[in-house]
């Protein structure tokens, strides 16, 4: 079985652009979810996504913006990229049956910031 | 607010030894969940073990088992016989919702194991 794969890998960007992270996450998962995981801050909860709507956010400025198509799979946007923006990007997917399911990640974007 | 409190920022140890990581947790729900995760320096995060606020029995798998005392709120990672492929970073995570849709993560505890 597939599990969630992420793209591209690596990723470098100047500051002010605007960057696309890509997420297919595993077979018959339909609830995604976005973490941006720094040196200083650690792993932080970004936003996730359900049937194609936002059902959670974390505490991102709007910069920070995602979707979710109709085959589950996900995007996450950042737009006038900043310095602070250098992070590792980790996709989650998880099943939505029951409470307290285990996510599952990707091995992540690593987004550098010139 | 919920909080995870990993004071370990690394441990050492060596072949065939157990290891506790430790990890603390404050929460006002009376329902949640507590998982940890193993990530390598290759980057992606590998779910190791999950405990339930209402499991009475210590969740294990395979080596790993979690040292639950919800009285004390610590949910401590114990790996026993240690490999030197579980040398990495180790994080104690709680969901931030009921559903447990969104993750509350630790610091992270490195692990080095030597032979």
């Known amino acids: 079985k597939a599990g969630v794969t992420q793209t591209p890998r690596y990723l470098i960007k100047t500051r002010g652009q605007q960057v696309t992270l890509s997420c297919s996450p595993i077979?018959?998962?339909?609830?995604v979810s976005w973490y941006q995981q720094t040196p200083g801050q650690g792993l932080q909860f970004l936003f996730e996504?359900?049937?194609?709507?936002?059902?959670n956010k974390g505490n991102f400025p709007g910069r920070f913006s995602g979707r979710q198509f109709s085959n589950s799979r996900s995007e996450m946007n950042v737009s006038t990229l900043e310095l602070g923006d250098s992070a590792l990007y980790l996709c989650?997917?998880?099943?939505?049956?029951?409470?307290?399911?285990?996510?599952?990640f990707g091995d992540g974007t690593r987004l550098s910031i010139l | 607010a919920q909080k995870i409190t990993q004071t370990q920022p690394g441990m050492f140890v060596q072949e065939k030894e157990a290891v506790t990581l430790d990890c603390t947790y404050d929460?006002?729900?009376?329902?949640?969940?507590l998982f940890w995760y193993k990530q390598p320096s290759s980057g992606e995060m590998i779910f190791l073990i999950y405990?339930?606020?209402?499991?009475?029995q210590n969740a294990t798998e395979g080596r790993y088992s979690l040292n639950f005392q919800k009285a004390r709120k610590s949910a401590n990672l114990v790996i026993s016989a240690s490999q030197l492929g579980d040398s990495a970073m180790y994080f104690c995570?709680?969901?931030?919702?009921?559903?447990?849709?969104?993750?509350?993560f630790g610091k992270g505890t490195t692990l080095s194991v030597s032979s």
């Open positions: 989650a997917s998880r099943r939505d049956e029951g409470a307290h399911q285990p996510q599952h």
């Open positions: 077979s018959g998962h339909r609830s």
């Open positions: 996504y359900f049937s194609e709507t936002q059902r």
């Open positions: 929460t006002s729900d009376q329902s949640y969940g």
């Open positions: 405990q339930g606020s209402y499991d009475e």
């Open positions: 995570a709680m969901n931030l919702n009921q559903a447990g849709t969104a993750l509350i």
